[in-house]
């Protein structure tokens, strides 16, 4: 009897070592399942947080790139002045109302032919090419102007006209009023030098002073 109680413990004792075995096994397998788990969601952590990195990153270059365009459409737009023109001004009879009085008085009072000049400069070649000056010297007497989109010949009469004796006359006219010069003194002498405009003499040394500017 006692054998037989024996043998059934020994028996029961190796089903359990066996069974407690197989479920250790799978402990184990479950454990190792669970680390791979556990280090893939360090790996996504990691992944995550250069995700996070590179669109930080991107959210600065697209700024930057914003700002860069801004510009660029600020120097399209014409906020900035230095930027040289690509088409011709025509030759004719103007008020040139977009230029700053104080500018074209500091000419006339120069009373010369170099203020005259350099106003004429102001007027025609500021912030253009040469390539796009709407005047020409070609040599001796030959002129040409631009008009309506075609160079015209000339001998230099219809630019001394229209650009000295007119436009130039023109802008020193509107400036030298009693509110804007000095004295009743300062107001005659510009209003002398704008009778000398007249001149054809005076005309003759103003047009040979711009040749060498228009020169091609």
Known sequence: MLSIQNEEYTTFKNDTNKKINLINKKLNRLEDKINIIIDNSDEHR??????????????????????ILKKIDCNISGETNNIPKKTYKDIRIEQFNNINKDVILECLNMHNLEGDIKLFKILYLKDVTKEFYPLRYIKKKDFQYMNDNIWNEDDGSYIKDIILKKNIARCYLKVNTLENVSNDGKFMQNQKHILELSDEKYQDRWLNGIKALIKI
């Open 46 to 67: 990691v992944l995550n947080k250069k995700i996070e990195n590179i669109e930080k990153l991107l959210l600065i270059l697209t700024g930057s790139n914003e700002e």
